[in-house]
């Protein structure tokens, strides 16, 4: 059955043509195939000599011989040179077979088949090329079929799979690999085989036969194509990069470690209390180094006790326990809560508990190790003890890790990894043991620390704001830090005080010196400082009084109290050195640096005032943190100069921070450093107010223990434009009902119904008063926060008194109402005039109470 050639036929890849010479010795047929191969049609060359037409002119008389033999009956197969026509330098070489035949009339003639010689010759190159790269090849190679079974392989894929090259035709992937890899591997050869898209570096992980590693390999796929553009199969290319995957483990695994070792420092030790240190080191440690940890303390160090470290860890074999009694302060886990009772230390031999039970420690609970135990082992010896793994499988590898520090043995952390994480290695022991060193060092700080300032910090705390102090569109942050033993108590302070009109008054200040007198001199001058602000002062009035007050506590030494302050010591900014000397005689216990700052939220703008203290930082959305420009007058208690004020408007969302020059300023770190380091440390402002704080103690360089630290951090809010009422009124009677009606309104408006009435007699009675007593024109404010607030402001500067009326007297009574029905009440001085206010509590579903007769009799 006659059919065209089909693919994959060898005439895809060799040239074949024929053509036959009649009893003339002329061409008389000429096939298609001879028309692509000599580059003639068959009009050009149908009754023309073959040898004149393609033959070189050298090689015809030649030629012409060979064409008569063969016209007479002999056949010939050989090589025939000819010229491609067209290409008179280019010539051809031609494997003849000529057959003789005869015609119908008896005649001789011959057919000749071509086969072009140079095609022939690249299939020879290309198949010894292609089997020497295929043989020859280091890397494992593999041919797949179109029905992605094995089709060939090579030596170097035997070697790593077993057997003969030939061995692994006909196999598919799964002979090779898992699974879940064989089904990826499948996946990508049928992508690569219908979207003809190569695939490189495809990560494949297996185990090969009589082998018990797992290996890592690399494979690169490409489609294959037969001569006429079908595709064949899919060659892989693999190549084994199990060294490179450990190199690279190891190098992430160092990478790692020195990650954990500087996060480490800078979160282990922020803190001077045992427990919080504890838990820092676990969250440090938890998931990123290990599953699973504890920390177990000496419980005479929790205690306090006097006795010398090494009497802590005392051993008792004949009580049949190895250890001193022992508190678990912290635990953390990184593994589901499915698996209840998993406490890292339940296979080290059972610890005995302070009511003589046995078994896994409870967070807070006291116990002991067996004598030899690992753990107890550890403890006593200062080295890391493997802990042999959970029963149950769950827990396969833990390390003991003692905490030692300056050669004292405090405590013991555990480590456990749980099935499916690598075991501990060499490297995971030693970072373990840097861990564990790092978070000693901080415990046995802390501990002598807290027995030196115990008394101290009680003292400190009293004198201390108590609690979150809050204010009126602020967010209030705090920090207080004491020095160390060198330093003992010291006189920074910081206070938060609410002024009428939902203002706020912020405070830092700092007594030069140390020592109880230091203490005591920051007590006088906060409470003077908050009597004066309930005077409700402008900023700059309150420092001139507070100097004053602050020039008659103490007895003049022997000294010059402004040294350090020259004449321009108002326009830079004082040497802090040169006020803290050890040696500071009673007049310095006095001296003291202090800001003062009053902020309104309505309009989010702050007045300051400063005596010789550190300028505010300003930390603007979008913006790096700057110091502002408050002149810094000199400090209090040296007098004669008067003090500056500066009033700044601050964006939404900005933060304001005011500080003590411990925090910026030490021995190692001139004051511009450490200004400009505390700018940094407020590079994102947005975050949670307490982080930021505490990313502040953690940046800045805190722990040198020369000075107390204080610092105060308030973020803008403001009050929103609806919690705030704002009319003028004109000076006429109508004025007062006007009030009222705005009152009313607003306060509906605002939910407030329960204090509409005593709020509008209460507007009435001011404005009533504004009229009566004032100047020029009158405005009404009502502000809403955590209280009602109603302010009254007139150009008048004669200040209201509150006086008992004459039983004959119509009036006189209002401030007396206003006294009895607010919560508090007042007035204060503006630019322009005065401002009378009350304040009354928002509504808290309670009914509100009743006069009494006698307060009602108080009246008259």
């Not at 119908?104 to 198949?127: H, M, N």
């Not at 290319?237 to 996060?263: F, P």
């Not at 007594?511 to 003077?528: D, P």
């Not at 940094?680 to 020369?706: I, N």
Request: glycine letters at 10%.
């Amino acid at each position: 059955m006659w059919q065209s050639s089909p693919p994959g036929s060898i005439y895809d890849y060799i040239r074949v043509a024929s053509f036959s010479i009649g009893p003339d010795g002329l061409i008389e047929q000429w096939s298609r195939r001879a028309a692509g191969l000599f580059g003639m049609a068959s009009d050009e060359v149908l009754g023309k000599d073959p040898v004149e037409a393609f033959m070189p002119a050298d090689l015809r008389p030649d030629a012409h011989r060979r064409v008569g033999e063969i016209l007479d009956g002999k056949e010939w197969t050989g090589l025939v040179p000819f010229r491609i026509p067209g290409e008179n330098s280019v010539r051809g070489l031609a494997e003849i077979y000529v057959m003789p035949s005869e015609t119908e009339t008896g005649e001789r003639a011959a057919l000749c088949i071509v086969v072009d010689v140079r095609a022939l010759r690249r299939i020879e190159t290309d198949l010894a090329a292609s089997q020497a790269i295929f043989g020859q090849s280091p890397f494992g190679f593999v041919l797949f079929g179109t029905d992605f079974t094995v089709v060939r392989a090579n030596k170097r894929f035997a070697t790593v799979f077993g057997g003969e090259a030939d061995d692994h035709r006909g196999r598919t992937v799964e002979d090779y690999l898992t699974r879940p890899e064989a089904e990826r591997l499948a996946a990508t050869l049928e992508r690569v085989l219908e979207t003809g898209d190569a695939v490189t570096d495809l990560q494949l992980v297996g185990t090969p036969p009589g082998s018990v590693g797992r290996r890592h390999w690399s494979m690169n796929l490409y489609r294959v194509h037969s001569g006429s553009g079908r595709p064949v199969g899919i060659a892989g290319l693999a190549t084994d990069v199990t060294q490179r995957h450990i190199a690279a483990r190891e190098a992430a695994s160092a990478r790692r470690n020195l990650a954990l070792l500087n996060e480490a420092s800078a979160r282990i030790g922020n803190s001077l209390d045992l427990e919080t240190t504890a838990r820092e080191l676990l969250d440090v440690a938890v998931p990123g180094f290990c599953d699973l940890a504890s920390v177990d303390l000496y419980q005479g160090l929790l205690t306090g006790e006097e006795a010398s470290p090494g009497s802590w860890g005392g051993r008792h074999p004949e009580s049949g326990t190895g250890s001193a009694e022992l508190r678990r302060v912290a635990h953390a886990s990184a593994v589901s809560d499915a698996l209840p009772g998993v406490i890292p230390g339940a296979r080290t031999g059972g610890s005995v508990g302070a009511d003589g039970g046995t078994g896994p420690p409870e967070l807070g609970s006291v116990h002991r190790y067996p004598f030899r135990s690992p753990c107890a082992v550890a403890l006593r010896t200062g080295r890391v003890e493997d802990v042999p793994g959970d029963e149950r499988g769950f827990v396969h590898s833990t390390l003991a890790v003692p905490m030692v520090a300056h050669d004292i043995v405090v405590g013991l952390v555990q480590f456990s990894r749980t099935k499916g994480s690598e075991p501990f290695g060499e490297r995971d022991r030693a970072l373990a043991t840097e861990l564990a060193a790092r978070a000693a060092v901080c415990i046995d700080n802390a501990r002598l620390y807290r027995r030196e300032h115990e008394r101290a910090l009680i003292l400190q705390r009293s004198l201390l704001p108590p609690g979150d102090p809050e204010a009126a569109g602020l967010d209030i942050a705090c920090r207080y830090l004491p020095g160390n033993t060198a330093t003992e108590v010291g006189g920074d302070w910081f206070d938060v005080i609410e002024l009428p009109g939902h203002r706020t008054a912020l405070v830092v200040g700092d007594v030069m010196g140390r020592g109880l007198r230091a203490a005591v001199a920051m007590g006088e001058l906060r409470t003077a400082v908050r009597t004066l602000a309930l005077l409700d002062l402008e900023p700059a009035e309150v420092l001139s009084a507070l100097d004053e007050v602050a020039r008659g506590l103490g007895t003049p030494g022997g000294g010059e109290r402004s040294d350090g302050f020259g004449a321009g010591g108002g326009a830079q900014w004082p040497s802090r050195a040169a006020h803290k000397s050890r040696e500071a005689d009673l007049s310095e216990v006095y001296l003291a640096t202090c800001v003062y700052a009053v902020y309104d939220p309505v309009t989010r703008r702050c007045t300051f005032a400063n005596a010789g203290h550190l300028p505010p930082v300003v930390a603007e959305p979008g913006e790096p943190a700057m110091l502002l420009d408050v002149p810094p007058g000199m400090p209090l208690g040296v007098g004669g100069e008067p003090f500056e004020e500066v009033e700044v408007e601050l964006k939404e969302g900005s933060l304001l921070a005011l500080y003590t020059d411990g925090l910026v300023e030490s021995r190692d770190h001139p004051l511009d450093e450490g200004l400009d380091a505390f700018r940094q440390a407020l590079a994102e402002p947005s975050q949670p107010l307490e982080d930021v704080c505490d990313h502040v103690l953690t940046t800045l360089d805190t722990r040198h223990g020369e000075d107390d630290i204080a610092l105060l951090m308030a973020r803008i809010q403001g009050l929103a434009p609806n919690a705030v009422g704002d009319w003028g009124l004109p000076r006429e009677l109508r004025s007062v009902s006007r009030a009222r009606e705005l009152a009313r309104v607003q306060l509906t408006a605002w939910g407030l119904d329960e204090l509409v009435d005593t709020t509008e007699l209460l507007v009435s009675e001011l404005v009533t008063n504004a009229l009566r007593y004032g100047e020029g024109e009158i405005r009404l404010r009502l502000l809403r926060d955590r209280t009602l607030v109603c302010e009254v402001w007139d150009a008048g500067l004669v200040q209201p008194r509150r006086r008992r009326a004459r039983d004959t007297d119509e009036g006189g009574r209002g401030l007396q109402l206003v006294g009895l029905l607010s919560a508090a009440w007042g007035s204060r001085r503006t630019p322009r005039g005065k401002t009378v206010w009350f304040e009354l509590a928002l509504p808290d579903g309670e009914p509100a109470a009743e006069l009494s007769v006698e307060q009602l009799l108080s009246m008259y």
